[in-house]
């Protein structure tokens, strides 16, 4: 079935770094979705990526979907303690649901 | 507009003990999920119903029912409760999808359930 994968698994920055996660699924999607969960939480939509190659920026966050649309990744520029918590990428079957990675966990210190 | 509610917030039960999850969504949303989510494993779909009156089996199935009461109401139900099934549980809805795009998924709180 259609996996997808995400690296790392944890992260630890200084406040004011950049932080990088990375999404691969093993099939090619019409779709990417990101969800970020902070500690004791729930899961919430982040956004949805289309299109072949699209960008998109949430203020300090940059969300990229790959040319093959078998990648994402998820960029935050000058990180602050509010970004703490876990990213989660997620691609949709041909179900209607969703396949989510196993989510990146980011701590930052101030 | 309350979202999407889940009860009991917290629950402890012994092995071989039954409960029932609720889970409710006031936003006339087609599809409910059922998520279990354990430490490094990420979310794993339980069980879903894509629209009122259907259900089907997800990733992790095995030891849970489902009832898709109505357009609002999605329970999970341990009929046996065993302590792998100690998991943080998450109902979601989300509406009708159309490819390319897909509709968010909405979380509600979760239950945190312990079986001892």
């Known amino acids: 079935g259609q996996q997808v994968m995400q690296i790392p698994q944890y992260q630890h920055v200084q406040e004011g770094e950049d932080f990088t996660t990375y999404c691969n699924s093993s099939?090619?999607?019409?779709?990417i979705q990101w969800y970020k969960q902070r500690p004791g939480g729930h899961p919430v939509f982040l956004i949805q990526?289309?299109?072949?190659?699209e960008v998109k920026k949430q203020k300090r966050l940059t969300f990229q979907f790959g040319e093959a649309k078998k990648n994402s990744s998820l960029h935050i520029t000058a990180t602050q303690t509010t970004d703490v918590g876990t990213y989660f990428c997620?691609?949709?079957?041909?179900?209607?649901?969703?396949?989510f990675g196993k989510g990146t966990m980011l701590l930052v210190s101030p | 507009n309350a979202g999407v509610t889940q009860t009991p917030k917290f629950q402890v039960l012994k092995t071989g003990q039954s409960m029932t999850l609720q889970c409710a969504q006031d936003?006339?949303?087609?599809?409910m999920y059922w998520y279990r989510q354990d430490p490094g494993m990420g979310l794993r779909l339980i069980y879903y119903?894509?629209?009122?009156?259907?259900?089907d089996k997800g990733e992790v199935p095995n030891g849970y029912n489902v009832s898709r009461l109505n357009k609002r109401e999605f329970s999970l139900r341990l009929e046996s409760a065993a302590p792998s099934q100690t998991s943080v549980y998450f109902c979601a809805s989300s509406g009708r999808t159309a490819l390319p795009t897909s509709y968010e998924q909405y979380f509600g709180p979760g239950t945190r359930l312990t079986v001892t």
């Open positions: 997620a691609g949709p079957t041909r179900y209607s649901t969703l396949t």
């Open positions: 990526l289309v299109k072949s190659g």
């Open positions: 099939t090619t999607l019409s779709n």
């Open positions: 936003m006339n949303h087609n599809s």
């Open positions: 119903s894509a629209s009122e009156g259907t259900t």
